[in-house]
């Protein structure tokens, strides 16, 4: 079974459910294929949300990111409000030591 979410217009969610077991794999979609899929302060504010979610429900075996059109991911966008986006991120404390993005890549 399939189901999918649309968190923002630039970011999709999509969650499939095993019919023989109850393991959940999630696809996090980036959609801003004009801007080859870059990042803004409120995309990754919202990936981080949704993949600590995720992170945190034991039923989730696999999480797996996409870019949709021809790039996975050109990085932040520059030429948006993206340096200014994350200074502000980080005065208001979001990239403190809660954040671990290392800590997202194992095994469960």
Sequence with gaps: MSSSNTVSSEILTNTLSSPTSS?????????????LNALSASMILQMTDIIKRWDEDPQVKLIFLRGNGRAFCAGGDVKGKYIYEVYMARMMGFFSSSLNSSSYFYEK
């Design 23 to 35: 393991s959940l794999v999630h696809c996090l979609t980036l959609n801003r294929p004009k801007a």
